[in-house]
């Protein structure tokens, strides 16, 4: 949500604002914005995921 904030607050420093309605302008960036941080975000727990079963295999490996 802060990224789309920042877009936004770029866009009003710049004047350069989008010709479309602005609802649709920030409802859409929230989405996708949304998406790629829960996609992110799930990205980096398979990731630790996969790490920490690795590394119990191994501690249990030397028991």
Do not use: Q, W
Request: no cysteine.
């Amino acid at each position: 949500m802060a990224a789309v904030i920042a877009h936004n607050a770029r866009h009003l420093y710049v004047d350069r604002l989008p010709d479309v309605d602005p609802f649709v302008h920030v409802f859409t960036e929230l989405v996708v914005f949304s998406s790629a941080g829960a996609v992110m975000l799930a990205t980096v727990a398979v990731m630790r995921n996969r790490i920490r079963k690795k590394r119990s295999r191994g501690a249990d490996a030397d028991r």
